[in-house]
């Protein structure tokens, strides 16, 4: 079956909108890539590195967190923290229990080994962070940042 149908000109026209989206999805692509490529070192990904991250950084009285709480700072929807948070406690980086206030309630706490991990990936991943974004100027960054935040809402 043939199609002659004669294609609307508009949808190969470049939008500024469309070249942002476009760019935005590029850089978010590279950048995960190679965060996951450093991060692979360790065995774990973006994903399960922000996770133990979370953890690091909200839960410093060391009493955990609950996995909802966890899922709403994560970087990216995860249609499964538990799941995410089992495998971390499979590999010893975190423990998981049961409230005891409310059983409903489990409540994620790093482990000595998960810290420990979140604080020997601290540096490289910011060194990583800084490379990608060595073309920019400092006020070019800054500017970036307000944007993207603007952007987010």
Do not use: C
């Not at 190679?34 to 990904?45: D, F, P, Y």
């Not at 973006?46 to 609950?66: C, F, I, M, S």
């Not at 309630?105 to 991990?117: D, F």
Request: no cysteine; proline share 3%.
């Amino acid at each position: 079956m043939s199609n002659n149908r004669k294609r609307t000109a508009l949808i190969g026209a470049l939008k500024i909108e469309t070249e942002i989206f476009t760019s935005a999805v590029k850089l978010s692509d590279k950048t995960l890539a190679e965060a996951n490529q450093l991060l692979s070192i360790w065995g774990m990904t973006v994903l399960q590195y922000n996770a133990l991250r979370v953890l690091y950084v909200k839960d410093t009285a060391n009493e955990g967190l609950p996995s909802k709480e966890i899922g709403r700072r994560l970087y990216t929807r995860v249609p499964d923290v538990t799941r995410l948070l089992d495998r971390l406690a499979d590999k010893g980086w975190l423990t998981r229990e049961r409230d005891p206030i409310n059983r409903r309630v489990v409540r994620s706490r790093l482990t000595k080994i998960g810290a420990e991990l979140v604080e020997s990936i601290y540096m490289p991943l910011q060194e990583l962070e800084s490379k990608q974004l060595a073309t920019l100027t400092e006020e070019e960054k800054k500017t970036l940042a307000t944007l993207l935040n603007k952007a987010l809402g």
